[in-house]
Antibody, heavy 122, light 107 residues
Framework: DVQVLESGGSLVQPGGSLRLSCAAS????????MSWVRQAPGIGRGLEWV??????????YYADSVKGRFTISRDNSKNSLYLQMNSLRDEDTAIYYC?????????????WGQGTLVTVSS | EIVLTQSPATLSLSPGERATLSCRAS??????LAWYQQKPGQAPRLLIY???NRATGIPARFSGSGSATDFTLTISSLEPEDFAVYYC?????????FGGGTKVEIK
């Protein structure tokens, strides 16, 4: 089974830092790009793409809302994806999903993990 | 940034009825549009990619159409498990963007 499983979400104060992890299994990790997508909690809150990294890690892409504060990385020897989040703001509060690129395209997401909740609050 | 606008925000239908969901882009995305389904408490799932291609394991009652700026997801006959929120997403340019979602609820 293809699976991705996030961890690392927690309550953090504004201005603080947090590192999310995503463990992948059931597929050849080095063949796929990976992404983070977030969703603010609450009914009716939409999806926001955060960041994407290529299969080899050489190319990274960020949403303007996180550029300069978040860093995506991967360790292909550990089948793991990471998101280092610095200078956190209230508006970064969200469920963060790890997603593999789909079989059809680098920039579609399939499958997704179950998400990890990041709460930024004092 | 390409803005995707989904309509309606909520669609109230009965099982067995046909659902038609719209996604409009602020500029052309060619055919590079996907649809996802999200059920409460679950992660999104890819349904349709590149406008009209069903993802692996997606039933034939789901179909997509459109081009450039106007796209449609059709569910030919709603099953109980289809009541969910649906999002469109474009991949023609960075940043990747999603629409705001359409909730398909039981009437």
């Amino acid at each position: 089974d293809v699976q991705v499983l996030e961890s690392g979400g927690s309550l953090v104060q504004p201005g603080g830092s947090l590192r999310l992890s995503c463990a992948a299994s059931g597929f050849i990790f080095t063949n796929f790009g990976m992404s983070w997508v977030r969703q603010a909690p609450g009914i009716g809150r939409g999806l926001e793409w955060v960041s994407t990294i290529s299969s080899g890690g050489g190319s990274t892409y960020y949403a303007d809302s996180v550029k300069g504060r978040f860093t995506i990385s991967r360790d292909n020897s550990k089948n793991s994806l990471y998101l280092q989040m610095n200078s956190l703001r209230d508006e970064d509060t969200a469920i963060y999903y790890c997603a593999r690129q789909s079989d059809s395209s680098f920039t579609y997401f399939d499958p997704w993990g179950q998400g990890t909740l990041v709460t930024v609050s004092s | 940034e390409i803005v995707l606008t989904q309509s309606p925000a909520t669609l109230s239908l009965s099982p067995g009825e046909r659902a038609t969901l719209s996604c409009r882009a602020s500029q052309s995305v060619s055919s590079y549009l996907a649809w996802y389904q999200q059920k409460p408490g679950q992660a999104p799932r890819l349904l349709i990619y590149d406008t009209s291609n069903r993802a692996t394991g997606i039933p034939a009652r789901f179909s997509g159409s459109g081009s450039a700026t106007d796209f449609t997801l059709t569910i030919s006959s709603l099953e109980p498990e289809d009541f969910a929120v649906y999002y469109c997403q474009q991949r023609i340019t960075w940043p990747l963007t999603f629409g705001g979602g359409t909730k398909v609820e039981i009437k």
